[in-house]
C-alpha cells in the first residue's frame, strides 16, 4: 500500500483524476450522442401537476404509454413487478407514439417502429403499469411551463440511440 | 488538563505548599494558553465563506449558464480539488489533503449526476454510478485515511440503495467491490471505526437485498453471519469485535422480536425459508465462524450463535415464545460468564442489562394474561428490585475478587477478554 507521495503515486493518481475526467465527458458524450445519432419519437402526458415546480426544479410526467393492456404482453411467463421490459412503439410521421407491444426480450423494430426500455411497476387484472426512467422532467429556467398554473397535457420529444439509452429532447404543449 | 483549570487551581496548590510559587510559574510557562490555535482557524473559516459564495452563486445561475460552462466548471472543481489534496499532502498537512481529496471524489459522484440531468439522459443499469464506487476503491488504497476508506463504503450503500428504489434491481457489482475492496483494504489495515461502518454498509445492501427480491427477512442472516464469521478470522481482536458488532445487534433485535410476537403463527410463517437451503447456508457459515475462533483461539464467543437458532420453525404459539426466552437467558448467561471469566466491567454491564431485558419479556409475556393488573405489577417491581440487588452483589463481589487476583498475580491475559457483545 503506497502512502507517501512518491513519483509512481503521483501518476498513478494523475492516471485516476483524468479517467474521471474522461468518465464525465463520456457522459456528457452519450447524451448528445443520443441526440445526433438517436431516432426521435413523440410521446404524449398527461395533464402534469405543475404545484410541485414551487419546491423542486422537476416535474412528474405521466405518459400514456405508461399504461397498457395486458393483452398487449409478449413474453413466456406472465410480467412480473421490476421486470425490465421492452416497448414496441408504433410511431408514424409526426404523430404520437402508441403501445403497439410490450416484449420480455430485446427485439429489432421495424419501420415505422421503435423500442423503447422500461419496467413493469404493477400488474393489474387487465393492464399493466410501465416506467421509463423519464418521468422526472427537468424544466429549464426559460420554459413556458416554469410561467403556466394550469396543468396541461405535454408532448414529449424523445430520442432514443443505437445502444438503447434514451433522453428527453424537448418538451412542448400538445394541442390537440 | 486545560490551561485554564492550571491556571484558576494553581493557586491554592501554592497556598497549600503542594508546589512553590517558581514551579506554579514554570508549569504556566510549560502549556502555553491556545489562543493560537483558535487564531489559526479564522483562515480556514474565511474560505469557507468565500467557498459558499461561490457555490451558491453557481447554483443559483446553474439552469441559465451555457453546457459547456457548466460541463468546465464540474470538471474544473473536480481537478482542482485533487490538485490542491495534494498539494497540501506534499507540505506535510494529511488532514487538509485527504479532506480534499475526499471532496474531489465526491465531485466525481456529483458531476456524473449532474451530467446525466444536464442531457436528461436515462441510466438503464447501475454502470453510470458504478465508476463512483470503484474509483473510491482505488483511491482508497493510494493513501492511508481512514475518511477515504469510510467514503467507498458510504457511497457503496447510497449507490445501492438509489440502485434498488429508482432502477429496481440489486447490483452485485457494487455488493461485491464493498465486500471485496473495502474489506480487503480493512483487513489490512484494521481500524475499530472502519470495521462498524463496514459491517453496518454490508447489512444495509444485504437489507435492500431482501427487501427487493421478496425473500424471507430471515436470508438476511445468511450474509450478517458471514460477515460475523469474517471477524472471527480476523488477527486484531478489537477491529473484529467491532465488525461482529452489528451483525450481533441485528440477530439479538431478531431474537427479541421473536420472543415479543413469534406467538402469532403469521408472524412465524413469515420468518421460515426453505428448511434444508436456509439450514445448509446457516451451517457452512457457523462451520466458517467456528473454523475461524478455532484458528484465533476466540472459542469462549461461541455462544454468540445461540441467538441464530432457528426457533421460528417451531410451531407458532406459547412453545416458540417460550423457546426463544430460553435462548436469550442462555445468552445473557453465557455473556455474563465470560465477563466473569474476564473480568471485565464493561461486559459485565452488558450482561447484567441482556439479562433484565430478557427478564423483563419474560414476564410481561407469561404473565400478563394470567395476574391481576395491580398483582402483576406489584410481582414485576419486586422481581426487578430483588434481581437488581441480587446482581449488583454479585458484581461487586466479582470485581472485588478479580482485582485482587489481578493485584496479586501477574498483568491479567488480555487475550481472554472478548471485547464485546451486541449492545455497542
Not at chain 2, 494558553?33 to 468565500?50: C, D, K, N, T, Y
Request: charged content about 15%; some cysteine.
Amino acid at each position: 500500500m503506497l502512502t507517501r507521495s512518491t513519483p509512481s503515486h503521483r501518476l498513478l493518481l494523475r492516471l485516476l483524476v483524468a479517467a474521471q475526467v474522461l468518465y464525465v465527458l463520456g457522459v456528457a458524450g452519450a447524451g448528445y450522442a443520443t441526440t445526433a445519432y438517436g431516432q426521435h419519437i413523440a410521446l404524449a402526458t398527461e395533464p402534469v401537476d405543475l404545484h410541485g415546480l414551487q419546491y423542486e426544479s422537476f416535474v412528474r410526467l405521466r405518459y400514456a404509454a405508461a399504461k397498457a393492456p395486458l393483452a398487449a404482453w409478449r413474453g413466456a411467463s406472465p410480467p412480473q413487478p421490476h421486470q425490465a421490459v421492452y416497448v414496441l412503439l408504433a410511431t408514424g410521421p409526426d404523430s404520437l407514439a402508441t403501445v403497439a407491444g410490450v416484449y420480455a426480450q430485446e427485439l429489432k423494430p421495424a419501420a415505422g417502429q421503435a423500442v423503447l426500455r422500461g419496467w413493469v411497476d404493477d400488474v393489474f387484472p387487465r393492464t399493466l403499469s410501465l416506467r421509463y426512467n423519464l418521468e422526472r422532467y427537468y424544466v429549464p429556467g426559460d420554459s413556458p411551463l416554469r410561467l403556466g398554473k394550469t396543468g396541461p397535457p405535454l408532448r414529449v420529444q424523445v430520442s432514443i440511440a443505437p445502444w438503447g439509452q434514451a433522453r428527453i429532447e424537448g418538451v412542448r404543449l400538445l394541442k390537440r | 488538563m486545560s490551561y485554564k483549570f492550571l491556571e484558576t487551581e494553581s493557586p491554592a496548590w501554592v497556598a497549600e505548599g503542594l508546589i512553590t510559587e517558581a514551579q506554579r510559574a514554570r508549569l504556566l510557562a510549560r502549556y502555553p494558553p491556545e489562543a493560537v490555535q483558535a487564531v489559526g482557524l479564522l483562515p480556514l473559516l474565511g474560505s469557507i465563506l468565500v467557498g459558499l459564495s461561490a457555490l451558491s452563486v453557481v447554483a443559483a445561475n446553474w439552469e441559465r449558464l451555457p453546457t459547456p460552462l457548466r460541463l468546465g466548471l464540474l470538471l474544473g472543481s473536480l481537478v482542482a480539488a485533487y490538485a490542491g489534496g495534494e498539494y497540501f499532502l506534499r507540505r506535510g498537512n494529511r488532514r487538509v489533503g485527504h479532506g480534499l481529496i475526499g471532496l474531489g471524489l465526491v465531485q466525481f459522484g456529483v458531476g456524473i449526476i449532474l451530467t446525466s440531468r444536464l442531457y436528461q439522459l436515462v441510466g438503464y443499469d447501475v454502470s453510470g454510478l458504478l465508476a463512483w464506487v470503484v474509483v473510491g476503491v482505488l483511491l482508497s488504497y493510494l493513501y492511508t485515511s481512514q475518511t477515504l476508506v469510510l467514503l467507498p463504503i458510504i457511497i457503496g450503500a447510497a449507490v445501492q440503495t438509489y440502485c434498488t428504489q429508482a432502477l429496481g434491481l440489486f447490483s452485485y457489482a457494487t455488493l461485491g467491490l464493498v465486500a471485496l475492496g473495502s474489506g480487503y483494504r480493512w483487513w489490512r489495515r484494521p481500524d475499530t471505526l472502519v470495521a462498524s461502518v463496514l459491517a453496518v454498509g454490508l447489512l444495509w445492501q444485504a437489507a435492500l437485498w431482501v427487501v427487493l427480491s421478496h425473500s424471507k427477512i430471515t436470508w438476511f442472516f445468511i450474509p450478517a453471519m458471514l460477515v460475523y464469521a469474517a471477524g472471527d478470522w480476523h488477527r486484531d481482536r478489537p477491529a473484529a469485535r467491532a465488525l461482529q458488532g452489528p451483525p450481533l445487534v441485528a440477530a439479538y433485535l431478531f431474537a427479541l422480536g421473536l420472543a415479543l410476537f413469534g406467538e402469532t403463527d403469521q408472524y412465524a410463517g413469515l420468518l421460515r425459508p426453505p428448511v434444508l437451503a436456509y439450514l445448509g447456508a446457516l451451517a457452512a457459515a457457523f462451520g466458517l465462524s467456528v473454523a475461524g475462533k478455532r484458528q484465533r483461539g476466540r472459542l469462549a464467543s461461541l455462544p454468540d450463535w445461540l441467538l441464530l437458532l432457528p426457533g421460528f420453525y417451531l410451531p407458532g404459539g406459547l412453545p416458540l415464545a417460550v423457546a426463544t426466552l430460553v435462548v436469550l437467558y442462555a445468552h445473557a448467561g453465557s455473556v455474563l460468564a465470560r465477563a466473569h471469566r474476564s473480568g471485565e466491567a464493561e461486559q459485565l454491564t452488558l450482561g447484567t442489562v441482556l439479562f433484565v431485558i430478557a427478564t423483563m419479556v419474560a414476564y410481561f409475556k407469561l404473565t400478563w394474561a394470567f395476574l391481576d393488573k395491580s398483582l402483576f405489577f406489584l410481582i414485576g417491581g419486586v422481581l426487578l428490585l430483588s434481581l437488581s440487588w441480587y446482581l449488583r452483589r454479585r458484581n461487586a463481589q466479582r470485581l472485588a475478587a478479580g482485582v485482587a487476583t489481578t493485584v496479586g498475580a501477574a498483568p491479567a491475559t488480555p487475550s481472554a477478554s472478548p471485547e464485546n457483545g451486541p449492545a455497542r
